[in-house]
């Protein structure tokens, strides 16, 4: 007797005898209820299984959608959207590529079959969903993953742009601020009396070099702290090739942090501090820069003939200043067979 299961052939009900026979049209109408029934029950688990998978996508769907817009970091929407995708598809493995060719965010291993869908925004490829598993894919899958896909690509286009945008503000508000701070130096250098004009101008420019080596450093390593030895290391070659000629310079510098605005009023002081003794020390000129517990310590010393009349000099008002309001610190000044500047400040 054939199963059907809306008009579609499911399969057959075979029915045997010991002996031959002819069955009875009783039998033959019980045999063709039985084989109705079957049907039906074939065709019911059928629309069970199918409901029960878009159920299951919808979950998906549902628990991607809320990463993306939950989550403020396109790190964490992309993790989530593979990590749905492996576990909604039964998948090995998964991991989405960007345009660049560097693979992103993968999971799990590779499989013996695997997909790849592209990721695209206003008709460009940004990047590719790729999935494995060891067993085939059907199509409800491949309609599954390219709602995935569309997913994956909102979130990451979505999340440059939030980056591009955050990038650009923070750099906007980064150049005013030091804007502000070039302006403030420059109006304390003008009420200086008796200035050389000549010098004035040199240290002034100095000092911007300073405020623009840290903005260089965070812009190349895009994070908000900086790395102090490698910020001392550029400021004492500029400073050293316009100001130390004939002279010993030493250092010894190892990794403190500290916050981007913190770190531009650092480089102002290593600057002045540094200036002053490569313009009035002897010929050995020293910087140590260490942590010691929470602080960070910046010692500079030469072998010169002390401060002289520098204790009212544009540059130690500057430096004072700095080292009290914007970093919270310490200035200790020593005159021992020349002069010995450290400066102690909260690290980050």
């Known amino acids: 007797m054939p199963i059907l299961a809306r008009?579609?052939?499911?399969?057959?009900?075979?029915?045997?005898?010991?002996?031959?026979?002819?069955?009875?049209?009783?039998?033959?109408?019980?045999?063709?209820?039985?084989?109705?029934?079957?049907?039906?029950?074939?065709?019911?688990?059928?629309?069970?299984?199918?409901?029960?998978r878009r159920v299951e996508e919808l979950e998906a769907l549902a628990s991607i959608s809320a990463a993306v817009s939950e989550s403020l970091y396109l790190e964490e929407s992309l993790e989530a959207i593979v990590a749905t995708t492996v576990q909604s598809l039964r998948a090995t493995g998964a991991a989405i590529v960007l345009e660049d060719g560097r693979v992103a965010w993968p999971e799990g291993r590779a499989g013996a079959n695997a997909l790849r869908l592209p990721l695209r925004w206003r008709g460009r490829e940004i990047g590719e969903l790729v999935v494995d598993r060891d067993v085939p894919f059907s199509d409800d899958d491949r309609q599954l993953l390219d709602a995935i896909a569309n997913q994956a690509a909102v979130a990451l286009e979505h999340g440059r742009m939030a980056l591009r945008g955050v990038l650009a503000q923070e750099i906007h508000h980064r150049v005013k601020n030091n804007l502000q701070t070039v302006a403030s130096l420059l109006r304390l250098q003008a009420r200086a009396e008796e200035v050389d004009p000549r010098k004035a101008l040199g240290d002034s420019?100095?000092?911007?070099?300073?405020?623009?080596?840290?903005?260089?450093?965070?812009?190349?390593?895009?994070?908000?702290?900086?790395?102090?030895?490698?910020?001392?290391?550029?400021?004492?070659?500029?400073?050293?090739?316009?100001?130390?000629?004939?002279?010993?310079?030493?250092?010894?510098?190892?990794?403190?942090?500290?916050?981007?605005?913190?770190?531009?009023?650092?480089?102002?002081?290593?600057?002045?501090?540094?200036?002053?003794?490569?313009?009035?020390?002897?010929?050995?000129?020293?910087?140590?820069?260490?942590?010691d517990g929470d602080d960070g310590v910046l010692v500079l010393a030469d072998d010169g003939t002390g401060m002289q009349d520098a204790s009212h000099g544009t540059g130690l008002q500057i430096v004072l200043a700095l080292v009290r309001d914007e970093l919270g610190g310490t200035l200790s000044l020593v005159e021992d067979d020349g002069l010995r500047a450290e400066v102690r400040f909260p690290a980050a």
Do not use: C
């Open 7 to 52: 008009e579609v052939l499911e399969g057959a009900l075979n029915v045997r005898t010991r002996e031959p026979r002819a069955f009875t049209e009783a039998e033959i109408a019980l045999l063709t209820s039985i084989a109705f029934q079957v049907g039906q029950s074939i065709e019911h688990a059928k629309l069970y299984a199918q409901a029960r």
């Open 205 to 291: 420019v100095n000092r911007i070099l300073a405020i623009a080596a840290v903005h260089e450093v965070l812009t190349e390593h895009r994070e908000d702290v900086v790395d102090l030895a490698e910020l001392v290391d550029r400021l004492r070659s500029m400073l050293v090739q316009s100001l130390a000629a004939g002279k010993e310079v030493r250092a010894e510098v190892s990794a403190v942090e500290l916050e981007g605005h913190r770190a531009t009023a650092l480089a102002l002081v290593f600057s002045e501090l540094f200036s002053n003794a490569l313009e009035h020390g002897g010929d050995h000129v020293s910087i140590t820069l260490r942590a």
